[in-house]
Nanobody, 121 residues
Framework: QVQLEESGGGLVQSGGSLRLSCVASANIFSINTMDWYRQAPGKGREFVAGIRSVSNTNYAGSVQDRFIISRDDAKNTVSLQMNSLKPDDSAIYYC???????????????WGQGTQVTVSS
């Protein structure tokens, strides 16, 4: 079973930084896309950042120039460096990936369980 596990959330003051990480389970043959989404209380889930390759990244306008997404395919990991955090960035952050299972070679759309980020003013 392919899975994603996030880590790195927490409480930080406005203007501070956090780094989120997401690791895919070891039985992965390949990773297509790896994205971060977030959901604040009472709001829908929104796209934050995505990475297809080192040179193919995209960001939501609200986080452009503050957040940096990166991936390490050797470790099946995607990270999100979040700088200059604002209270509006407070949300549960979810990792999402399209993974190819090594055992069956099938592609799966997988979500992590989420990690809480809280930015105090």
């Amino acid at each position: 079973q392919v899975q994603l596990e996030e880590s790195g959330g927490g409480l930080v003051q406005s203007g501070g930084s956090l780094r989120l990480s997401c690791v895919a389970s070891a039985n992965i043959f390949s990773i297509n896309t790896m994205d971060w989404y977030r959901q604040a209380p009472g709001k829908g889930r929104e796209f934050v950042a995505g990475i297809r390759s080192v040179s193919n990244t995209n960001y939501a306008g609200s986080v452009q120039d503050r957040f940096i997404i990166s991936r390490d395919d050797a470790k099946n990991t995607v990270s999100l460096q979040m700088n200059s955090l604002k209270p509006d960035d407070s949300a549960i952050y979810y990792c999402y990936a399209v993974l190819q299972d090594k055992a069956t070679m099938r592609y799966w759309n997988v979500w992590g369980q989420g990690t809480q980020v809280t930015v105090s003013s």
